[in-house]
């Protein structure tokens, strides 16, 4: 009951909080360029300054974990391959396949890890999260820009990857922040702690604006691929990566961490690369809002069934 309760406590603010959202929304508070505007602000100011102040925050020595950070790496990249034969397998469509591809595999590890990190073992272990953010992010987005440009029939564009990979928000402030730390900068009090006021503002905006970019009108369009992408986004790929992990010996927070890795949902710039790439945005944003919707469920089971096993 103990580990119910637990996991029940972590889930449901996200849940409540994505429900304000998307109720905002209905009643007409948010229209699209606000949610356009206010994604755009929260991905390249509120959310880099989070993962700034939580990675400055960190001792890096008790949270820095290399062989972590390749297994992680490596795990999403053998993930990526796996998925890449099977996709096309599955699917026809072109257009389609690289939308697929990417909500299988694309975690929102930012908006969720975090504060799932930090709801199950306190804001001094977030470090660890954090860090693996400046790792796993930019592998995202690069293995997004092959699925999706080898499903168009073009060519990746490698210095565009790179340049798209140094110029983003999140990968600089992590930067920023493993600087400060390396190099013991103190930041005066007062920026400390404007830093810190601002950074508590990201996690609820996101998921509440999250929840208002929820539709539900193109379900039969796409209720094929949306049941593979759901099913396999928060149930197969937890399924198969979570034993991967436990055998290598993680647990803890590690374990929570990698778990967030694999059974988050669908990363929200999914959608928004999709509609750069000529891929099936329609599609990719579906994605995003069903399995937004449905980890709510799924992630309380597996942080239930790793607590009750003793492994988190």
Partial sequence: MENIILSFNVVLPLFLTMSLGYLLKHLNMFNNDTLDTMNNVTFKSFLPILLFYNIYKTDLKGVFN????IFAATSV??????????VPLIEKDNKKRGALLQG???????????????SLFGSEKVGVAALLVAVVVPLFNVLSVFALETFRGGKPNFKKIFTGVIK????????????????????????????SDISKIATPLSLL?????????????????TTIAVLG?????????????IIFGYRGVELATLMIVFAAPTAVSSFTMAQQMDSDSELAGQIVVFTSAFCVVTVFLWIFILKQISLI
């Fill in 66 to 69: 290399l062989k972590l950070i």
């Fill in 77 to 86: 990249i053998a993930l990526y391959l796996l998925l890449y034969l099977i």
């Fill in 104 to 118: 299988l595999f694309r975690s929102n590890f930012v908006i969720f890890g975090i504060p799932i990190i930090e």
């Fill in 168 to 195: 983003n928000p999140l990968i600089i402030a992590s930067a920023l922040g493993i600087l400060t730390l390396i190099l013991k900068i103190k930041i005066p009090t007062p920026i400390e702690k404007t830093i």
């Fill in 209 to 225: 604006l999250l929840g208002a970019t929820f539709k539900f009108d193109e379900i039969k369009k796409y209720r094929k691929q």
């Fill in 233 to 245: 986004k928060t149930i197969l790929v937890p399924l198969i990566m979570l034993p991967i992990c």
